[in-house]
């Protein structure tokens, strides 16, 4: 890697870690993450390739009250800089990105305690009526988590890749591939609590047809992605009777529109 492509990693691991705590623009997510690195170092297919992988494993990940979740920002960008680096496969980067997510998820609750400082303050500063303090907290706790993953981001690029790979081939392929078959359950934990919160009666006859196209066709997923934009379209338009211009379609007497109609029958009232 070369010093811009270095700036560039560095850039992209800080807004990840930004993302991880303002989930706004969703930055820290593996799809997201993985396909900047993957552009940074000029490989976007394998950024792609396993930021979808590690999506699908991360469904079911986040902070529900006080726990914590695995945090994705850090394993994002350091599996795929280590997976494009030393050329190594998505079945490797799994494997690194599941350790990574347990280290990192220890790593931030760290810095969102030390936070708690500086959220204090800002309390301080609002008592007082002092808005630059209270962005200033506001930027002091966004550069922590900036830093989080900024900082083992560098650790890794400082590292060659021949050095890599032999870490990476020196790991028992007992140990790997049992971090693949936890990653393979970890997505199907993802998917049941994602199925768990979206639990609507009505939609789950949409759910099950996707399981009987998907085993009884040769559907790829661009084929299932416009199934699925043909079906919702469908569907909103037998729930809300939706017709075009966005007018409902109510049936009334030798087919007038609603305003006419409604005009008529104004008429026979006042008459």
Not at 157 to 175: C, D, G, K
């Amino acid at each position: 890697m070369n010093a811009i492509q270095i700036v560039l990693l560095l850039v992209v691991a800080g807004i990840t870690g930004m993302g991880s705590v303002l989930d706004e623009a969703q930055t820290h997510r593996p799809l997201v993450a993985c396909t900047l690195v993957g552009l940074v170092l000029g490989d976007v297919g394998t950024g792609i390739l396993l930021g979808g992988t590690l999506e699908m494993m991360a469904l079911g990940w986040m902070n529900v009250g006080l726990a914590m979740a695995p945090d994705t920002a850090i394993a994002s960008v350091i599996s795929t800089i280590l997976v494009i680096v030393s050329n190594q496969g998505i079945g490797e980067g799994i494997a690194i990105a599941v350790p990574l997510a347990a280290a990192g998820q220890a790593l931030t609750i760290f810095v969102r305690t030390i936070t708690v400082f500086f959220v204090h303050k800002a309390d301080d500063y609002a008592a007082n009526g002092n808005f630059k303090g209270i962005e200033r907290m506001h930027l002091l706790g966004l550069s922590l988590q900036a830093l989080r993953v900024m900082i083992p981001t560098f650790i890794i690029t400082m590292i060659s890749a021949n050095a890599v790979s032999s870490f990476l081939n020196s790991i028992p392929e007992v140990i790997t591939g049992g971090l693949q078959i936890g990653g393979g359950i970890i997505v199907v934990v993802g998917y049941a609590m994602v199925i768990n919160m979206m639990d609507v009666p009505y939609l789950k006859p949409f759910f099950y047809m996707g399981f009987l196209f998907a085993a009884f066709t040769n559907f790829n997923l661009v084929g299932f992605g416009g199934l699925g934009l043909c079906l919702a379209l469908l569907f909103i338009q037998l729930k809300y009777n939706v017709v075009g211009g966005g007018k409902a379609a109510v049936a009334t007497p030798n087919n007038q529109s609603v305003n006419d109609y409604d005009d008529d029958l104004d008429d026979d009232l006042d008459a």
